[in-house]
């Protein structure tokens, strides 16, 4: 098969911030054409769970997203920290703070990308089981999310009705469902 990788021949940072950052490269692919410029947005690495409770519910979180001014259903999730010292600690981690559950078990489902030809992070994907509410949210400064549970068929329901408009969240309860043999 053909190389079809670029050569990066300098990069600049136009903007730079604690969740966001904006570069902006100059490339050189295979055939010597010279890409420029070309932008990346640079992100933090994320986490996604499919987290069922004990009884078998998911947990699912509605909350306002300003960028699209929706209020939608989302998964438990969210960036991954310095001092995380893994990726499955952070999903816990993100559960327990978000929702005030923990869990049992973790299974990895895989990682995916919200959009490759632009941003430069992975979404790491899990599966979480025997879920029981442990404490109340610890919410950030910004986040105002309401819980609630879901069977599997009500969850169904909710992506039919297309109320859950987060794509990388729709891919992993898709990887979660396949897993569980649903």
Known sequence: ???????????????????????????????GAIIDPYYVYEFPTWVTVFA?????K???ERQYRH???VTAWELPGGCVDDTDPSYEYAA???????????????EYLGKTSSNPSTNNNWM?????????KVKDQELDHNEEIEVQLFSID????????????????????????KKLGM
């Open 58 to 60: 998911v947990i699912m």
């Open 154 to 177: 009500e969850l169904k329901d909710l992506l039919h009705r297309q109320e859950i408009v987060q794509s990388m969240h729709v891919t992993t309860i898709f990887y979660a469902l």
């Open 67 to 69: 960028a699209l001014e």
């Open 1 to 31: 098969m053909k190389d079809l990788r670029w050569k990066k021949l300098s990069s600049e940072y136009l903007f730079k911030d604690i969740w966001f950052t904006v570069r902006k490269d100059i490339c050189e692919r295979q055939d």
């Open 124 to 132: 790491h994907m899990y599966l979480a089981t025997g879920g029981k």
């Open 92 to 106: 816990s981690r993100e559960l327990l703070e978000e929702t005030g559950y923990e869990f049992s078990k973790f």
């Open 52 to 56: 069922l409770t004990e009884d078998g």
